[in-house]
């Protein structure tokens, strides 16, 4: 099964740029999506197709996905953008979404 | 706006059978090219793919949980259901009913959610 790999923490100050790293094999060949978990709330799409945004997301939302990497970039971070980030690719040979373990950004 | 929201009890036994369903509001239920899916969340861990009924009908399970799952669906209610049967306290979860949209190969992703429900496994 294909695995995604994310760092457990990210730590940036307010007014920085955070990026959120998602690792898999050439997983610049997939379309990856990227979700945001509050505490206490459902995860809510940011990204999906690697880039683009849902309706009502913000555009300091952004990613970018080549090689072995996808990267989630959220720019002048704030307090309300502290969360987990998933991101998610689907395994076409099982036919099922992979979910990587999540990545808690925390604003200094 | 689909609008998903999962409803059943808040605690089971351990050995019983845990069932919920999920209400969907505002969403074409029956047609169109729709994973709906079960997700859980354990205390302080990430998602977890439980399983989805596609839109043709067909299920997927995950192959760590499969020989316990099941899951329906009632279109007359507009509600999809999960059973787990001969759950442990390793079932204990945050349980999500979700919507996953299929765009193309490999191209599918969860827009809806509902606000999930906390399942405890407890005697």
């Known amino acids: 099964s294909y695995v995604l790999t994310q760092a457990p923490s990210v730590s940036v100050a307010p007014g920085q740029t955070a990026s959120i790293t998602c690792e898999g094999n050439?997983?610049?060949?997939?379309?990856v999506h990227w979700y945001q978990q509050k505490p206490g709330q459902a995860p809510v799409l940011v990204v999906y197709?690697?880039?683009d945004r849902p309706s009502g997301i913000p555009d300091r939302f952004s990613g970018f996905n080549s090689g072995n990497t996808a990267t989630l970039t959220i720019d002048s971070v704030e307090a309300g953008v502290e969360a987990d980030y998933y991101c998610?690719?689907?395994?076409?040979?099982?036919?099922?979404?992979?979910f990587g373990g999540g990545t808690k950004l925390t604003v200094l | 706006q689909v609008q998903l929201q999962e409803s059943g009890p808040g605690l089971v036994k351990p050995s019983q059978t845990l069932s919920l369903t999920c209400t969907v509001s505002?969403?074409?239920?029956?047609?169109?090219?729709?994973?709906r899916s079960w997700i859980r969340q354990r205390p302080g861990k990430g998602l977890e793919w439980i399983g989805h009924i596609y839109s043709s009908g067909s299920t997927s399970y995950n192959p760590s949980l499969k020989s316990r799952i099941s899951m329906s669906v009632d279109a007359s209610k507009n509600q999809f259901s999960l059973k787990v049967t001969s759950v442990t306290a390793a079932d204990t979860a945050v349980y999500y009913c979700a919507r996953a949209e299929r765009l193309g190969m490999g191209r599918v992703f969860f827009d809806s959610w509902g606000q999930g429900t906390l399942v405890a496994v407890s005697s």
């Open positions: 998610q690719v689907w395994d076409r040979s099982g036919d099922h979404p992979v």
């Open positions: 505002g969403d074409a239920f029956s047609g169109g090219t729709y994973y």
């Open positions: 050439d997983i610049g060949s997939e379309s």
């Open positions: 197709d690697d880039r």
